[in-house]
């Protein structure tokens, strides 16, 4: 997008905003369902800005106007910001203002803010009116001049619906109703509204083709003991859709039928609806008929721990996921410096081998290969200007996944292409120190990520080192790479780590201009022991692909680090050897060597 395109849309936004009365106005990253990745019609903060990162918030008042970031995307927005009228506040650092403070200073007493109330959540609309109420400034959260000024915007999408088979769920739709409504009674609520559209998916088991990288259909969900009910637009439906629909005693509406179907709702009606996953417009209709309970709803949790038939999808799928990265790290181990390469053409080639393995469906996401400095910008998206070219030396960071109908893959791999500094070779080892620790932690029951989030930094601060982004996200089944709701970070999440939740593993350091390094493993949370302090558990890691030991810089590593290595590696190769063809396997067999520990 041009910078003078961007200049052009803030000056019309703001002429609609005079004409409204309007000092401020704010435009969050969400569509209705507040998905991390919304689908292009609702891509409004990227139309307004020309940013394209997946985490942000744009603010415009009649004056000036400025986008906030977090982390990963710090060099990144500074770089797509460059030319136009914005600035950037980097958020979450002890020196940079808040959204919040900056938009009560350009309001000003008695000025008015306004917003979407679609795109933003039931709890984050309410801190926004007690903050804007103690500052004598009004709140209007009706407005969205996008819908007036973007010409040709895309259609809600109207992909067909996918039934998903049990023989991938594990669980019909019909038993996860009745427990869905279980544990709605059990919170004295007799119905659940499902916005968030993993929730949907899961539930009602459908996947689709709406979201970029993530299987879902857009809709919204209504599930009473009484009632179940999808609200889908009709082109979506296929004749095996409608049929599996009427089976289930599935009731389809319009999709934009949900607001006057909760507006009508009887009034002993108690609706389960998250408030920090459901739109603020959505539980204000639900809140003024006194019909809202507003607690995490009960799917978040079940669907976050993976039944037998889904863990063990998981590990097919990283199988075949494996072989594909083995066979890409052959290939480029094999190539570079002998044809050219890109990266934006090795994110092409890698994502041909995924494709090459059955049941593959397409990517988790756009793969991330950054070379040289580019490794550095932590969310990196290589584009025809930044594309780089790959030489015979320093490091690519390939952060990647797959979409297969038996599972959801995540990896990053940090790969040497040829000699490596010293200072190379010990932030790849310590950034794998950390990764170890991760992976050996022993914890017991209650224990939430934040309280071994540290051990994955631990090397790294000793030697004054960090890096700024969480050390691990929960990871969906055939749905959100992204998913909650426990986290391995920093940041309190009260959400306990439980069996059969499956997340990353992914320390890593980033060193602006010169490099960056990430190693991420897939890791699922299995029983440990049983003692008289009562449950244990684990991580196992379920990943399969080598770690580059060229990289490593074993005077940095414990004799217990290494045989954690070792025997990874050799699970690697017992696990995918007989899958590849004899050179692959060859070359494989010499990446899981062992290796010992140099005085």
């Not at 395109?5 to 704010?26: F, Q, W």
């Not at 097919?316 to 044809?339: C, E, H, P, Q, S």
């Not at 090459?356 to 469906?361: A, H, K, S, T, W």
């Not at 217990?560 to 696990?575: A, G, Q």
């Amino acid at each position: 997008m041009s910078k003078n395109a961007v200049n052009s849309r803030l000056e019309s936004i703001r002429s609609l905003m005079k004409r409204e009365g309007i000092n401020v106005y704010m435009v969050p990253n969400f569509d209705p369902h507040l998905s991390e990745y919304p689908p292009e019609r609702w891509n409004t903060r990227k139309w307004v800005t020309g940013f394209t990162g997946s985490a942000g918030c744009a603010v415009i008042s009649l004056n000036d106007a400025a986008l906030w970031s977090d982390s990963r995307y710090f060099i990144q927005a500074e770089k797509e910001l460059e030319g136009t009228d914005y600035k950037f506040f980097k958020d979450g650092l002890p020196d940079s203002i808040s959204v919040m403070e900056w938009i009560c200073e350009q309001a000003g007493n008695n000025g008015v803010v306004a917003a979407d109330d679609t795109a933003f959540s039931f709890n984050e609309g309410v801190k926004m009116r007690e903050i804007f109420s103690k500052k004598g400034i009004k709140s209007k959260f009706n407005f969205n001049p996008i819908d007036e000024l973007w010409e040709n915007r895309p259609s809600i999408p109207e992909s067909k619906v996918m039934v998903y088979q049990t023989k991938y769920a594990g669980e019909d739709f019909n038993s996860k109703y009745q427990k869905i409504i279980e544990k709605a009674q059990q919170r004295g609520a007799n119905a659940v509204l499902l916005s968030a559209l993993d929730d949907i998916a899961w539930a009602f088991n459908l996947r689709g083709d709406d979201v970029k990288f993530n299987p879902m259909v857009v809709a919204y969900g209504f599930l009473s003991k009484d009632k179940k009910v999808i609200f889908i637009e009709s082109a979506k439906l296929s004749p095996d859709a409608l049929k599996y629909f009427n089976s289930n005693g599935i009731e389809v509406m319009k999709y934009d039928d949900i607001e006057q179907y909760l507006s009508n709702l009887t009034t002993d009606t108690k609706v389960i609806a998250d408030p920090t996953r459901v739109n603020y417009r959505l539980c204000n209709i639900l809140n003024d008929k006194n019909a809202l309970i507003a607690e995490t709803s009960p799917i978040t949790m079940m669907k976050s721990v993976k039944n037998s038939t889904e863990i063990e999808g998981t590990r097919n799928a990283l199988t075949r996921d494996g072989v594909a990265m083995v066979n890409f790290l052959y290939w480029l181990d094999n190539n570079i410096g002998k044809i050219e390469m890109s990266e934006i053409s090795i994110a092409e080639k890698l994502r041909s081998f995924r494709a090459e393995q059955p049941l593959f469906m397409g990517e988790s996401f756009g793969t991330i290969a950054g070379y040289g400095g580019h490794g550095a910008i932590v969310h990196y998206r290589a584009t025809e200007e930044s594309d780089a070219k790959l030489q015979p030396k320093g490091f690519i960071l390939v952060d990647s996944g797959g979409q297969y109908l038996d599972g959801t893959t995540d990896i990053t791999r940090t790969i040497p292409l040829g000699e490596l500094t010293d200072e190379e070779k010990k932030c790849f080892t310590l950034v794998l120190k950390g990764h170890i620790a991760i992976a050996q932690a022993q914890f017991p029951h209650g224990t939430r990520g934040a309280q071994i989030d540290a051990f994955a930094r631990i090397a790294l601060w000793r030697e004054g080192y960090t890096y700024n982004h969480g050390t691990g996200h929960g990871i969906g089944h055939f749905l959100n790479v992204h998913e909650g709701p426990q986290n391995i970070r920093l940041e309190e999440n009260p959400t306990p780590l439980l069996p059969g939740m499956i997340t990353s593993n992914e320390p890593g350091v980033y060193l602006s201009d010169r490099f960056g390094i990430r190693i991420e493993n897939m890791i699922l949370t299995v029983e440990n022991r049983t003692s008289e302090f009562g449950k244990f558990y684990a991580f196992e890691t379920l990943t399969l692909c080598p770690i580059d030991t060229r990289a490593i810089d074993t005077t940095f590593m414990t004799n217990n680090e290494i045989e954690w290595l070792n025997n990874y590696h050799k699970n690697v190769y017992d696990k995918l050897s007989a899958m590849l063809d004899t050179p692959q396997s060859e070359w494989l067999k010499e990446r899981c060597a062992p290796i010992s520990k140099k005085n």
